[in-house]
């Protein structure tokens, strides 16, 4: 059974960086592809990352590359996303979720989901 966590939201200042952290407490965690996305008020879910279960092949949408990095650490069931020059554009819940097959962009695509954690950049 897959139980994800996320952790490492905060207030940020434009120019910030800050890391999230998503961990499986269900230790199945090495088994699948993972993404992390993010919602803004009023807007759907949208795809920021995704790495694949060995931790090769990183993915990122283009608002977001040059800035974003998106990792794994199968030894802590963790899967990181390192967030550099944060800008208003990011403030959303951030939330990380595993594939049921390939990565892709779409949700539906996703089985279990995290609660998400809270990033608000904020001048």
């Known amino acids: 059974q897959v139980q994800l966590e996320e952790s490492g939201g905060g207030l940020m200042q434009p120019g910030d960086s800050l890391t999230l952290s998503c961990v499986d407490s269900?230790?199945?965690?090495?088994?699948?592809?993972i993404a992390w996305f993010r919602q803004s008020p009023g807007r759907g879910r949208e795809f920021v990352a995704a790495?694949?279960?060995?931790?090769?092949?990183?993915w990122l949408t283009d608002s977001v590359k040059g800035r974003f990095t998106i990792s794994r650490d199968n030894t802590k069931n963790t899967v990181y996303l390192r967030m550099n020059n944060l800008n208003l554009l990011d403030t959303a819940v951030y939330y990380c979720?595993?594939?049921?097959?390939?990565?892709?962009?779409?949700?539906?695509?996703?089985?279990?989901w995290g609660q998400g954690t809270q990033v608000t950049v904020s001048s």
């Open positions: 979720a595993t594939a049921r097959n390939a990565m892709m962009e779409s949700p539906d695509g996703y089985e279990y």
């Open positions: 269900g230790r199945t965690f090495s088994n699948y592809n």
């Open positions: 790495v694949s279960w060995t931790g090769a092949s990183p």
